[in-house]
């Protein structure tokens, strides 16, 4: 696959949202991608900043996207309450620090992630009961992301994947092996509804 191609899905990023990181045009892209129309130089730095990543590795002359993250962990706070819509990140709430691999991730820094521990069974397909969520903190999502979210201004978040069904409703699916999790349909007229962030992975939890 064409590195600017994966690296964009990686990112998830769509044509026309790399084209106005660029300054470009929507089909520009898709001939980088098509590999029709090489990009200068110029184009390849932007990129290779957008991407954090090697002008080597856009071009497939290296496996290693940033050679300057390669064997460092990042430590990544595990967040035990949350409350007001926000995760509490004072120290008394950290109940611990995860490593991850930056690059597994594409993550260029610990800021804005952190790790809430999943217990029960309404997200089992996806992420196991007592598996480690990351989290990147963001009030934002797009239909099929599993977000974490607020409900009516409980302290506890809930894990779910977000459909917008249109400008006043929203639904919370389980995504579940156990049937009894049915979908949740919030009305945001009526109900005190925040998101507070995206999983963007999950660590099994060590036996």
Known sequence: MNRIKKLREEFHMTQQELADKLNGAKSTIAMYESETRK??????????EIFNCSIDYLL???EIKNPDLKD?????????KVAAGKPILAEENIEGYLPIDPLMYNLTSPDGFFFLQI??????????????????KQDYA??????????????????????????QFVMLDP???????????????NTRFSIIGKVVGDFKRWS
């Open 39 to 48: 990009p200068s130089m110029e184009v390849l730095i932007k990129l290779s």
């Open 60 to 62: 497939g002359k290296s």
């Open 72 to 80: 460092k962990l990042f430590l990544i706070p595990i967040v035990g």
């Open 119 to 136: 217990q029960g069974e309404s997200m089992n397909k996806l992420i196991k009961n007592g598996s480690f969520a990351l989290i990147k």
């Open 142 to 167: 797009e239909n099929g992301d599993v977000i974490v979210a607020i409900v009516n201004g409980d302290d506890e978040a809930t894990v779910k994947r977000y459909k917008q069904l249109n400008e």
């Open 175 to 189: 995504v579940s092996e156990d049937s009894s999790f049915q979908p949740i349909t919030i009305d945001l007229k």
